[in-house]
């Protein structure tokens, strides 16, 4: 019978690994060697009149994109395949997570992300909203320093929301108090978030290094490629409200004038040039508010090429 809802996935025929981009699937946990590992966090710490809204971006990001076979394909957007010849990933699944037991939900986390590194490999977590980069940069503690290079609508530097201190809002804030997070470049603000002028000053006077998006629009990335230090671990945390909604539609807290898809390719491009990728989050897809799988697509994308982009310096790591 024809399917009335054809997809690429159902044209190529054989037999799945199961994982994101058709990687295998690996018990969580499980020490065998690989070098990157890829992992889902429905949940952290989210804010109570809206909950655990992105859970079910994890499976949303992997159903995007992928066929049995298809990491053999040539990938135009890294210019190769996507993993490098001799490197290996795996997908540890999705993390369990609890809907009111929030310091749980970060201790999982961070216990993943810390066997990761631990192992030597590199941590690739989709979330879930932006307050999975809590828990996942406090398991950096003994594998620092490290570089933080966030790309967001929002600069995240609220101190606490109605109490709550370990929320999306109060992500980049937290990171600065860890003494392990060397420098912090945020990419991308426009509009209106949650922080105050106080909260813009307090990330001044820390160090901060901002681009907002009339900067970028203005001087274009070289001045961001810049300002990445040479021969560093950087952490990426990307909020997909960091890119324009008519690209990814599917967030809370849409922007008008975002990144481009391009824009942010060539910028993990050229942050991976300079220095050593030493992790990754994803974080706030909001799957119901998605056109069609438009935003899950971009997201699965970046997230390959970025798993490219690891692979091809993993041994620096």
Not at 112 to 134: R, W
Not at 168 to 189: F, H, P
Not at 225 to 253: C, E, Y
């Amino acid at each position: 019978m024809k399917d009335d809802n054809p997809k690429m996935q159902s044209m190529f025929g054989g037999e799945s690994s199961g994982g994101f981009f058709d990687i295998p699937v690996a018990k969580q946990n499980d020490t065998q060697k690989a070098d990157i590992v890829v992992m889902g966090a429905p949940s952290a710490t989210p804010y109570s009149p809206v909950g655990p809204y992105c859970a079910r971006a994890p499976d949303a990001i992997r159903s995007a994109f992928g066929w049995p076979g298809v990491m053999d394909h040539y990938d135009f957007d890294v210019g190769s395949k996507i993993l490098a010849d001799g490197k290996t990933a795996v997908d540890w699944g999705n993390l369990t997570y609890d809907e009111s037991d929030f310091a749980a939900n970060r201790d999982v986390i961070r216990q993943h992300v810390k066997t990761v590194l631990d192992n030597g490999a590199v941590p690739m977590v989709m979330g879930g909203d932006d307050s999975i980069p809590i828990p996942v940069l406090e398991a950096y503690e003994n594998h620092g320093p490290i570089t933080v290079f966030q790309l967001d609508a929002h600069i995240d530097w609220r101190d606490d929301v109605a109490g709550e201190r370990m929320g999306l809002s109060s992500n980049m804030r937290r990171a600065s108090e860890m003494g392990w997070v060397e420098n912090i470049i945020q990419v991308g603000a426009r509009g209106i978030g949650s922080a105050r002028p106080s909260d813009y000053q307090d990330a001044i006077d820390w160090g901060v290094k901002f681009f907002p998006m009339q900067l970028v629009v203005a001087n274009g990335l070289n001045p961001i490629l810049d300002a990445v230090p040479s021969n560093a671990n950087v952490f990426v945390t990307l909020d997909v409200d960091a890119m324009d909604p008519a690209i990814v539609p599917s967030v809370i807290g849409p922007a008008p004038g975002g990144l481009d898809y391009w824009q942010v390719v060539q910028l993990l491009k050229g942050v991976a040039s300079k220095s050593t990728i030493a992790g990754f989050d994803l974080v706030e897809l909001m799957p119901d508010n998605d056109i069609g799988g438009r935003g899950a697509l971009v997201a699965a994308r970046i997230t390959a090429v970025m798993m490219s982009l690891i692979s091809r310096s993993v041994d620096s790591c």
